[in-house]
């Protein structure tokens, strides 16, 4: 059954358990460090820990308890300081901030009050409400929060304080290399995903010439030889804007790896290992995505191009909710939730591939496309502008799939993501494509 066929009451239990799940998240990634790491900046480009707790605290309380419920503000001189577009990511540890435990108590007493306000909503009237949009929204504003708050973990220095069971191994992958993908029209987008968000709307029809893309992300192990072949001492692989990137900044490998004598290691979560040669390279930003595809003689796929490779059933000439269907995410289609922390091997999750067979389309590593951030033919910002319309424009690159520290409630075909081409700390990496000769 599909969301948009959903009874109330089910509507209600998925908002729930959604919140819940969320929250737990939250509580993990702020219980797992004590006060001075909480409120320490690990990276300019990242808010301390306890501004994301009580952003998260209220943006619930802005948007459930005060636009869904009527209720007066619990606490309203704290707007601007929780305000994103107020206050960049470097002048926060400035700002007077709500102490942890402080911290805390807001986001728990907000929590409890919606919950309330849960129990009793009803699932229609306003666009807000509609099928419990306003519920699903913050749940998931607050998984792309706990998305954040790992990334910081992994900036953090220090010894480990997060662990998680690896991905099952899997024999080393020995199908294709690459799949077709047929040319013709399918349908992106959506107008009946309940809790989609305003960027992945409206449907809407594109015809695709035909194309191959890779089976699975690119590795580490190939990504690598990229390296060995001199990739980043060879401007005619990059772009002019990613070469004066590279040389500025003195980029040689992705992020957090080293070498040591004759192997690479990196940093994952307070941990040194070696790089693992069959794992989705990860942490590379769009300019080291693209000078790797034009270094392999192909390209990084389109926007359209991704989610067609992702949607696309051939057989029912439909769009699916998922690679794999219109199931919800289990843990044999996707490595998602924070389950892991990192990718799976690629070739891994045999059940979750798309009917024309490509593989870890959703989870293990946000996927560089070659596409600007741009609205669909008949975007309406909606609720506020400042989620999406704000940022589209050739400054921001799409992103496309999740990783493995991306929930199922905020992840899905139809799903858009975005950056700037210089950032790589984020869990991003790619797969190449290139064009049908016809």
């Known amino acids: 059954m599909t969301d948009h066929v959903l009874d109330a009451e089910a509507l209600r239990e998925r908002a729930v358990a959604s919140l819940i799940t969320a929250r737990d998240r939250t509580t993990l990634l702020t219980a797992c460090v004590g006060e001075p790491d909480l409120t320490a900046q690990h990276s300019p480009l990242m808010s301390p820990l306890v501004w994301d707790l009580a952003h998260i605290g209220n943006q619930e309380e802005q948007w459930l308890l005060r636009a869904v419920a009527g209720h007066e503000a619990i606490r309203p001189e704290i707007d601007g300081l ?72 992994q900036l953090r220095r220090g010894p480990r304080v997060l662990t998680a069971p690896d991905p099952e191994p899997v024999p080393l992958f020995t199908g294709p290399s690459e799949v077709l993908v047929p040319g013709g029209p399918f349908t992106m987008g959506t107008s009946d995903e309940p809790w989609a968000l305003d960027n992945e709307r409206p449907a809407h029809r594109r015809e695709v010439a035909p194309f191959r893309i890779d089976t699975t992300p690119v590795t580490n192990a190939a990504y690598q030889a990229f390296i060995e072949d001199g990739g980043y001492d060879e401007p005619r692989w990059w772009t002019a804007d990613g070469w004066a990137h590279i040389r500025r900044n003195s980029l040689t490998a992705p992020l957090f790896w080293r070498r040591d004598g ?157 950056d700037l081409p210089v950032r790589r700390q984020i869990f991003s990496g790619f797969r190449t494509a290139r064009s049908e000769v016809v």
């Not at 007493?109 to 409400?129: I, K, P, S, Y």
Request: glycine letters at 10%; proline letters at 9%; hydrophobic letters at 35%.
């Open 262 to 418: 004759g192997q690479w290691l990196r940093r994952r979560f307070g941990v040194t290992e070696v790089v693992p040669p069959d794992e989705p390279v990860v942490h590379v930003c769009w300019y080291e995505a693209d000078a790797y595809a034009r270094w392999a003689g192909r390209r990084l796929p389109t926007e359209t191009e991704w989610e067609k490779a992702a949607r696309h059933d051939p057989a029912g000439d439909r769009s699916m909710r998922y690679p794999w269907g219109d199931a919800d995410p289990g843990p044999e289609h996707a490595n998602l939730g924070q389950r892991h922390l990192r990718p799976a091997p690629a070739g891994s999750y045999p059940a979750g591939e798309s009917p024309l067979g490509v593989r870890q389309l959703i989870g293990d590593v946000w996927e560089w496309t070659a596409s600007d951030f741009l609205p669909y033919p008949g975007f309406r910002a909606f609720p506020y502008r400042e989620y999406s319309e704000v940022f589209f424009g050739p400054e921001h690159k799409v992103l496309r799939g999740g990783s493995f520290a991306v929930d199922a409630v905020a992840c899905r075909g139809t799903f858009r993501n975005w």
């Open 82 to 153: 929780y305000d994103a577009f107020e206050h960049p990511r470097a002048e926060r540890p400035s700002l007077p901030l709500l102490p942890p435990a402080e911290a805390r108590r807001y986001a728990a007493e907000v929590r409890g009050r919606a919950l309330d306000v849960l129990e009793g909503a009803a699932f229609h009237g306003t666009r807000l409400t509609e099928a419990g949009f306003a519920f699903g929204m913050i749940a998931q504003h607050e998984q792309q929060h706990d998305e954040t708050m790992l990334i910081t973990h």
